[in-house]
């Protein structure tokens, strides 16, 4: 068969049958010599070809030295033969933990040996230089097709490896941020997941699609999954020099909350936090495009721990406002709670509203009308200032602290 008429994926096809009958009385030997050869060569295959597994490398050898025997001088039909068997011997290669590129340097080894002894018995049996030519195309070529299969099986099994790990992480996350794991039991699941457990951590709660990804963006060691409906992330060593600022640069423009730092079996409380303060900022009552540090939200966190028993105290304390107009009554809460927080100075009151202070002193002298002495009583000033500051939930009355409401409209006249 002329060059145009050699098949370039499987040229062995264009070969003369009877080459079969010159190379087949050699395959044994050729087989034999392989396996020596990979034992003596390849690291990896050195302690292994001593027992069983180089037994069954050998005899997995004569059986592709065979198919290719087989295959010469035939046409093309569907599927090679023996490509499950490649593909599987991959598969055992990444399960026995040994590397891709030993698997594919044993190969190259089998292709050169192979050749060696062919070509030798081809040139003794008179082949001319055209079949050598072709011959030496055809092996080289089928080590690298069954190379490819092995390498295939390898990938898959690796792809395949790599999910089952990122599942049993995601299972040890949830675990953790649970519950119900003692120190013991948590070094075990981490060590099985290939994970160092850290002494100290915080939980990251965020609205994000892809745990795994933020937790590459969160820093050395962190592992994610979805808790619900939340990105749930084990940041390590939270309090390291510079992590802060990385989280937070990180985490510029999204809704996420860092919760406490603490121990592993602490986990549960730095989650619950975290996911508390997430649902404060999707309320609008902490902010939704920055990181939240729960240990810096306290105040918030205690203030809207009991929502229906703040909202009564807020329906309670607020009485004497209710007759009165939606803008009316937007201005007088800002205000109020203005002077409170600046514990009547009206000049700072002023500045954060963003008018003169003789406007916070008009309508300071209105609120003096509608709550009488209850503003000079501590006790009621202290539940004022709370009931205001729970005012800042993002339902249907507010959208905003009341001092942001105002901002939001033009200044009175």
Do not use: K
């Not at 005012?391 to 009355?397: I, L, N, P, Q, V």
Request: proline fraction near 6%; glycine fraction near 8%.
């Amino acid at each position: 068969m002329n060059d145009q008429e050699t098949p370039l994926d499987r040229p062995w096809q264009a070969l003369d049958p009877a080459v079969r009958d010159i190379v087949a009385p050699v395959i044994g030997a050729i087989a034999e010599e392989i396996t020596v050869a990979i034992a003596a060569s390849i690291d990896e295959y050195r302690q292994p070809m001593r027992g069983a597994f180089g037994r069954a490398v050998r005899v997995a050898i004569d059986l592709a030295l065979r198919q290719f025997l087989e295959q010469i001088g035939q046409p093309a039909a569907g599927v090679r033969p023996g490509r499950e068997v490649y593909i599987a011997l991959g598969r055992g290669e990444y399960r026995a933990g040994r590397r891709l590129d030993a698997l594919q340097a044993a190969y190259r080894l089998g292709a050169r040996v192979a050749w060696r002894r062919v070509s030798t018995v081809a040139r003794d049996a008179g082949l001319d230089a055209m079949t050598l030519s072709l011959l030496a195309e055809s092996i080289f070529a089928y080590i690298d097709e069954v190379s490819a299969e092995s390498v295939e099986g390898y990938a898959s099994e690796q792809a395949a490896g790599a999910g089952e790990r990122q599942r049993a992480r995601q299972a040890l996350v949830r675990q953790i941020v649970v519950g119900g794991l003692d120190l013991g039991e948590a070094e075990q699941a981490a060590r099985a997941v290939d994970w160092l457990l850290p002494r100290r951590l915080a939980v990251l709660a965020a609205d994000h699609r892809v745990p795994e990804r933020l937790a590459t963006l969160a820093g050395e060691g962190a592992i994610g999954a979805r808790v619900d409906d939340l990105a749930c992330v084990l940041v390590c060593d939270p309090d390291a020099p510079g992590r802060r600022d990385r989280l937070e640069r990180t985490l510029a423009g999204r809704l996420a909350a860092l919760g406490p730092t603490v121990a592993v079996d602490g986990a549960p409380l730095s989650w619950t936090r975290a996911v508390r303060c997430v649902r404060l900022a999707q309320d609008g009552v902490l902010a939704a495009d920055r990181l939240v540090f729960a240990q810096e939200a306290l105040g918030t966190l205690v203030l809207h721990s009991d929502p229906a028993l703040v909202g009564e105290l807020a329906a309670r304390a607020l009485v004497p406002l209710e007759g009165l107009t939606p803008a009316s009554r937007v201005r007088l809460e800002a205000t109020l709670l203005a002077w409170l927080r600046w514990q009547g100075h009206v000049p700072a009151a002023a500045a954060e509203l963003h008018v003169h202070p003789q406007t916070v002193r008009y309508r300071l002298a209105r609120l003096r009308e509608y709550f009488g002495d209850q503003l000079e009583q501590p006790d009621r000033r202290f539940e004022l200032e709370l009931a205001l500051r729970a005012e800042t939930r993002g339902d249907e009355r507010s959208a905003g602290s009341p001092a942001t409401r105002l901002r939001d409209r033009p200044p009175p006249s």
